[in-house]
């Protein structure tokens, strides 16, 4: 079946894959081009930012001159691979960890002064590792990306209003749920929401869940390799039998294989797109809790305004930890500027302009759903309303998405699939299944990895 989002990206690319006709995007040669991931109202959103960086006096790196935005939605190698002149200048990578692979030879450096104004790095840790390369023939490292967007996968939202006690999710460890699922059930509401129809929602509960219960092996699965030099290394070879991941999976069909985890069961749940699981939580109230990133908001927003509920009514909190002893998961992830290497000689000033710390306001303030990765950006007072409790957590993860440094594995015909798959053998089947669907998704991983590397 295909997807809302699929549907959107072919309609988005018919032109771009026509032969690259003339006249397409204008016949100014100093339009630059960029390529980004969003749709409907993240589209709408960036162009509200492109519109405040190009206003006279909006700041010191404000850009002037024409802009085409490509929406490319996740297919990050059409983006990279299109030629002639309707190839992008600058790609929004929604894959950080894609840098590594293409520094020196898709991509070409941005200078070293966007990472830092006179004093501290801008961006947090986590960036430096996936952005900083030496390639094969270079004596220093530089500057591979900048991150524009980032994102916090590791928190949950649920309606206060379907608990006695509305903060109690907040009481819960990771393995208290298959028995509150089973204990809150009440006639058509269920606890959890799944927007199964997209692929990265399952990896990123998958990599909350192998975070919190066997971070070592998150760490060892998406290491990188130490003698990093770009395209040239050969891809790491990962060994997934190993019991942090058997007990990762074990978790997760505890939880997704609860008879009445879902509203709709499973057969309904593989059709939720990721804004139909929190419609079903905020307006349609069949579930009361969703694990869903920061970019959840305006979703959870709009719902509100057809319900006529107040933010007060909602709470986000942390994915937990599996239980005592052990930590929360802290994961988060983002869109990185990148430059191509045929790109037009404005390009670095464009994005010098984006990575602006007030650059992205317009977005923060009028659409929501953006933490931003610089850590000087003004937070507007909306991040005290619905993140309160959150606010400080937004952008202080420790590691990346762990589909997002995978590469291909990472994507729709790898861990994607394996996930769907699996949730197909624990919702469908007795959870006895469990440990039968595990032993085919780690049998599948380690086929897919064979496959792409």
């Not at 089973?182 to 929602?201: H, N, Q, T």
């Not at 969703?290 to 970019?295: Q, R």
């Not at 440094?405 to 769907?420: E, S, V």
């Not at 991983?445 to 590397?453: F, I, K, N, P």
Request: hydrophobic letters at 45%; glycine letters at 12%; charged letters at 20%.
């Amino acid at each position: 079946m295909a997807t809302r989002r699929a549907v959107l990206r072919a309609g988005a690319l018919a032109p771009l894959l026509s032969a690259c006709a003339p006249g397409v995007f204008g016949n100014d040669p100093g339009v630059l081009r960029i390529a980004v991931p969003w749709d409907g109202a993240g589209l709408t959103a960036f162009q509200a930012v492109l519109e405040r960086i190009r206003s006279p006096g909006a700041d010191a790196s404000a850009y002037p001159y024409p802009v085409d935005v490509l929406p490319l939605g996740d297919d990050v190698d059409t983006a990279l691979n299109i030629a002639g002149r309707d190839a992008p200048d600058i790609v929004m990578l929604p894959e950080a960890g894609r840098v590594r692979e293409l520094a020196g030879t898709g991509l070409r450096a941005v200078g070293d002064s966007l990472w830092t104004a006179a004093g501290p790095p801008l961006y947090g840790p986590p960036w430096r590792e996936l952005l900083w390369h030496r390639t094969i023939d270079g004596d220093a490292e530089s500057l591979y990306g900048v991150p524009f967007k980032a994102a916090n996968k590791s928190l949950v939202w649920y309606d206060r209003e379907a608990f006695g006690d509305g903060d109690a999710p907040r009481s819960w460890a990771l393995s208290d749920w298959p028995d509150r699922i089973g204990s809150f059930a009440r006639g058509e509401r269920r606890l959890l929401a799944l927007g199964a129809a997209d692929g990265w929602v399952l990896a990123d509960m998958f990599a909350n869940v192998l975070r919190t219960v066997a971070p070592a092996d998150y760490e060892e699965l998406t290491e990188l390799p130490a003698d990093a030099r770009g395209a040239n290394v050969p891809a790491p070879h990962r060994n997934w039998d190993r019991p942090g991941v058997r007990a990762a999976f074990t978790v997760l069909g505890q939880v997704w294989g609860h008879p009445d985890a879902f509203p709709g069961r499973v057969a309904e749940t593989l059709r939720r797109q990721f804004s139909d699981a929190i419609r079903d939580v905020f307006l349609y109230r069949s579930a009361a809790m969703v694990v869903a990133p920061d970019f959840a908001e305006p979703v959870v927003r709009q719902s509100l305004r057809r319900t006529g509920r107040s933010t007060g009514t909602v709470g986000v909190m942390p994915f937990p930890a599996f239980g005592r002893g052990y930590r929360p998961p802290r994961i988060g992830g983002g869109d990185v500027m990148v430059i191509t290497t045929k790109a037009g000689e404005r390009a670095e000033a464009l994005v010098a302009a984006l990575a602006a710390k007030e650059a992205p306001q317009p977005w923060m303030a009028r659409y929501g759903g953006f933490v931003a990765p610089r850590r000087d950006t003004t937070k507007p007072a909306s991040y005290q309303g619905i993140f309160k409790d959150v606010a400080g957590e937004l952008n202080a993860w420790e590691v990346f998405g762990f589909a997002d440094l995978l590469g291909p594995l990472g994507r729709r015909n790898g861990l994607w699939r394996i996930l769907t798959n699996f949730l197909v053998d624990v919702g469908y089947r007795s959870p006895g299944r469990i440990g039968a669907a595990t032993d085919a998704a780690i049998a599948g991983l380690a086929a897919a990895e064979s496959g792409v590397r």
